[in-house]
């Protein structure tokens, strides 16, 4: 096993365009990182910037144009549907949406069950798995027999989580899987994430458009804007004092719990804004 568990290396995705403008769309330009075993990296930017198709991209469900993706020292950038098959045990995914992301005809005792019993787990030990889940992310053993439908936006990203973890992987992209969550619950959500990785020893890639919740998470941090990194390092470094004007702009956007500072972190923020609008304007002059 190496250190690096994932990486990533000149990654570039471009999407075809249809209609009379043929060719083809890059959103991303060439990123690059790693994530050791254990760790997390945070990977934040404002919808639009391409934090998704990184998790698409090393999930195989976007199309690679340039660059290497390597899991656990296996080049997998353009692996085969079988060989993704059998990564399905080592790389897992939390969706953003836990109300989209779970069959709604299906009792939570088979949604958990599913991926085991797709890699041929048996019906005793797939019980037990099954219970040992529910108690890992903190919901009762009756949750078993019970719809989606049954349980709070929280709840049911537990639910999601215990999915991911069914099959004991290694990483697990999580793609902005508390946005939709009240911050009350987005709180606990991340503390379980945080005790599921000192437990198992399990790494993120964890996507967010919030830099307050990614510092909270993370070890390191790629700040993502318009297909290109432009600020990567530890996160308490990054947080704490961001170089790039972009990084700034969305520590401004974090809300403070003081009306009024947070009214002249707004109007800071758009001062920059402008800013930026004014340069891109010049520049396109010359």
Same mark, same amino acid.
Do not use: W
């Given at each position: 096993?190496?250190?690096?568990?994932?990486? $990533?290396?000149?990654? &570039?995705?471009?999407? *075809? /365009?249809?209609?009379? /403008?043929?060719?083809?769309?890059?959103?991303?330009?060439?990123?690059?990182?790693?994530?050791?075993?254990?760790?997390?990296?945070?990977?934040?930017?404002?919808?639009?910037?391409?934090?998704?198709?990184?998790? /698409?991209?090393?999930?195989?469900?976007?199309?690679?144009?340039?660059?290497?993706?390597?899991?656990?020292?296996?080049?997998?950038? /353009? &692996?085969? @549907?079988?060989?993704?098959?059998? #990564?399905?045990?080592? #790389?897992?995914? =939390?969706?953003?949406?836990?109300?989209?992301?779970?069959?709604?005809?299906?009792?939570?005792?088979?949604?958990?069950?599913? *991926?085991?019993?797709?890699?041929? $787990?048996? *019906?005793?030990?797939?019980?037990?798995?099954?219970?040992?889940?529910?108690?890992?992310?903190?919901? +009762?053993?009756?949750?078993?027999?019970?719809?989606?439908?049954?349980?709070?936006?929280?709840?049911?990203? @537990?639910?999601?989580?215990?999915?991911?973890?069914?099959?004991? +992987?290694? #990483?697990?992209?999580?793609?902005? +899987?508390?946005?939709?969550?009240?911050?009350?619950?987005?709180? @606990?959500?991340?503390?379980?994430?945080?005790?599921?990785?000192?437990?198992?020893?399990?790494?993120?890639?964890?996507?967010?458009?919030?830099?307050? $919740?990614?510092?909270?998470?993370?070890?390191? =941090?790629? $700040?993502?804007?318009?297909?290109?990194?432009?600020?990567?390092?530890?996160?308490?470094?990054?947080?704490?004092?961001?170089?790039? *004007?972009?990084?700034? @702009?969305?520590?401004?956007a974090s809300p403070?719990?003081d009306p009024d500072?947070?009214?002249?972190?707004?109007?800071?923020?758009?001062?920059? &804004?402008?800013?930026?609008?004014?340069?891109?304007? &010049?520049?396109?002059?010359?």
């Amino acid at each position: 096993m190496t250190e690096k568990l994932l990486q $990533v290396d000149d990654l &570039a995705v471009a999407y *075809p /365009r249809k209609g009379f /403008r043929r060719g083809a769309t890059e959103i991303l330009h060439g990123v690059s990182f790693d994530i050791d075993q254990g760790k997390t990296l945070g990977v934040v930017g404002e919808s639009g910037s391409g934090k998704t198709t990184i998790g /698409r991209a090393i999930l195989g469900l976007a199309p690679i144009t340039r660059g290497t993706v390597t899991f656990d020292g296996v080049d997998i950038t /353009r &692996a085969a @549907r079988s060989k993704r098959a059998s #990564l399905a045990a080592d #790389l897992q995914v =939390v969706f953003q949406d836990p109300f989209s992301s779970l069959n709604p005809a299906m009792e939570i005792g088979q949604i958990l069950a599913e *991926p085991l019993e797709i890699q041929k $787990v048996g *019906p005793t030990e797939s019980r037990a798995r099954v219970a040992e889940l529910l108690d890992r992310v903190g919901l +009762p053993a009756n949750a078993i027999t019970r719809l989606p439908r049954e349980f709070s936006g929280g709840q049911r990203q @537990r639910i999601a989580i215990a999915r991911a973890l069914a099959l004991r +992987p290694k #990483l697990i992209v999580c793609d902005e +899987p508390v946005s939709a969550l009240d911050l009350t619950t987005q709180a @606990r959500v991340l503390d379980l994430f945080l005790e599921i990785q000192q437990d198992l020893g399990v790494s993120y890639l964890f996507i967010s458009h919030d830099l307050d $919740v990614i510092r909270h998470i993370s070890h390191e =941090v790629a $700040v993502l804007y318009r297909g290109d990194v432009v600020e990567h390092g530890r996160s308490t470094a990054v947080t704490a004092d961001p170089q790039h *004007p972009y990084t700034q @702009r969305l520590l401004l956007a974090s809300p403070l719990p003081d009306p009024d500072k947070q009214s002249e972190r707004r109007a800071l923020r758009a001062r920059m &804004a402008e800013d930026e609008r004014l340069a891109d304007v &010049a520049g396109g002059d010359r």
